[in-house]
């Protein structure tokens, strides 16, 4: 069994700044690919925020390139998403994505919301 637990969501004014991180623990052999979506409102398709790879290769969705960093600590089975310049837009559900011995695994979800 693994379990994820994502944590630092909250209220911020725009142009304020969050980290978000996921950790897992469980039965961890290797964690590959690691990533952060975003539901917004709910019932709304789930869209990608950033991911990043095994090698530490990244990829950002264009309304976030610039603003956001994706990082990972993989001593710590850990992934981060810094958030910068935030905007009200960037308010949503953050879900992490963890494929841990190639099945994906979702984090709980926490609220981000930029509001003045």
């Known amino acids: 069994q693994v379990q994820l637990v994502e944590s630092g969501g909250g209220l911020v004014q725009p142009g304020g700044s969050l980290r978000l991180s996921c950790a897992a623990s469980?039965?961890?052999?290797?964690?590959?690919?690691m990533g952060w979506y975003r539901q917004a409102p709910p019932g709304k398709q789930r869209e990608l925020v950033a991911?990043?790879?095994?090698?530490?290769?990244?990829n950002y969705a264009d309304s976030v390139k610039g603003r956001f960093t994706i990082s990972r600590d993989n001593a710590k089975n850990t992934v981060y998403l810094q958030m910068n310049s935030l905007k009200p837009e960037d308010t949503a559900v953050y879900y992490c994505e963890l494929w841990v011995d190639l099945r994906a695994y979702w984090g709980q979800g926490t609220q981000v919301t930029v509001s003045s």
């Open positions: 991911t990043i790879t095994s090698g530490g290769s990244t």
């Open positions: 469980g039965s961890i052999f290797s964690i590959n690919a």
